[in-house]
């Protein structure tokens, strides 16, 4: 069992950056995909970010490009989603989401271990 704790949320101007924080309890990643996901007030889940299990490829969403980008420690204990240039739409509830020797999909069902989540909030 994986068990995942997202930190680093907040309040944040528009413009600004955040660092969100994953770890995986009593574990490093090795081994593991972590993807981000966020969900808004009265809007579905969706994807934002992901990294294969040996941090050789990465996934992002269309609208979060450019703009976010995840990576992890060189001690493997935390997988991190950093969010420069924020906007208001970036608003959400944040995931941090595992996968056993994943390749950092786009689609939430293929991951098994999920964190409780991180509030981000953006304002103008």
């Known amino acids: 069992q994986v068990q995942l704790v997202e930190s680093g949320g907040g309040l944040v101007q528009a413009g600004g950056s955040l660092r969100l924080s994953c770890k995986a309890a009593?574990?490093?990643?090795?081994?593991?995909?972590t993807g981000w996901f966020r969900q808004a007030p009265g809007k579905e889940r969706e994807f934002a970010a992901a990294?294969?299990?040996?941090?050789?490829?990465?996934n992002y969403a269309d609208s979060v490009k450019g703009r976010f980008t995840i990576s992890r420690d060189n001690a493997m204990t935390t997988v991190y989603l950093q969010m420069n240039d924020l906007k208001a739409e970036d608003t959400a509830v944040y995931y941090c989401a595992a996968d056993i020797l994943g390749f950092g999909t786009k689609r939430g069902s293929e991951y098994e271990y999920w964190g409780q989540g991180t509030q981000v909030t953006v304002f103008s």
């Open positions: 990294i294969s299990w040996n941090g050789g490829s990465t």
């Open positions: 009593g574990r490093t990643f090795t081994g593991l995909s």
